[in-house]
């Protein structure tokens, strides 16, 4: 459809790098729910504003790597969860596409649960090992740092202070 001389309504754009969208338009733009297929063989299913992914949505990159849930100015933005080819998957509060609150799981089994800056374990926090042990407290960077507790396998639990993820006192 066209209105005011622009694309309004269903149709398909083909860009000549392969991008194909099929959808909704307003004002020439992908605008609503739609779907992209890119050239890499990556898909976006979900809502869209002015041509950026905005809303719910599910985003399957080619590699294996996977993300649903809110986006905003085509990141992921709010609530969602990113699983990772790797094994890793990150759920919770996202913004501007890194997760800052949520939970961490990794394929060896350990759990963390907390706050995150730049994707990395930062903030107050509980890492649960594999092994059964769990560390409560501060995080920077990605490793236990500061003040916390210790708690062992039996479940006996020691005031512990962490140095870059290793244990000072």
């Known amino acids: 459809e066209w ?6 309504g269903n149709g398909i754009e083909i860009w000549p ?4 969208y099929t959808g909704e338009f307003k004002n020439d733009l992908p605008d609503g729910k739609g ?6 063989g990556s898909t976006y299913i979900g809502e869209l504003k002015e041509g950026k992914r905005n809303g719910k949505g599910n ?18 933005h709010g609530e969602g969860k990113f699983t990772f080819h790797s094994g890793i998957i990150f759920s919770g509060q996202f913004l501007k596409g ?4 949520g939970v961490a799981v990794y394929p060896n089994g350990t759990k963390y649960t907390g706050e995150f800056k730049d994707d990395k374990h930062h903030g107050q926090g509980t890492l649960i090992y594999s092994n059964g042990r769990k560390y ?3 995080f920077s960077e990605g490793f ?6 210790c708690v062992s396998k039996d479940g006996s639990s020691v005031a512990c202070k962490m140095n870059k993820g290793y244990f000072v006192k």
């Open 35 to 40: 779907t992209y297929e890119y050239a890499d």
């Open 17 to 20: 790098d392969g991008k194909k």
């Open 3 to 8: 209105k005011d001389g622009k694309s309004s």
């Open 98 to 101: 890194k997760i800052i609150k």
């Open 59 to 76: 985003l399957d990159w080619s590699i294996g790597d996977a993300y649903v849930g809110e986006f905003k100015d085509d990141k992921p």
């Open 136 to 138: 409560i407290g501060s």
């Open 144 to 149: 236990e740092h500061g003040e916390g507790t």
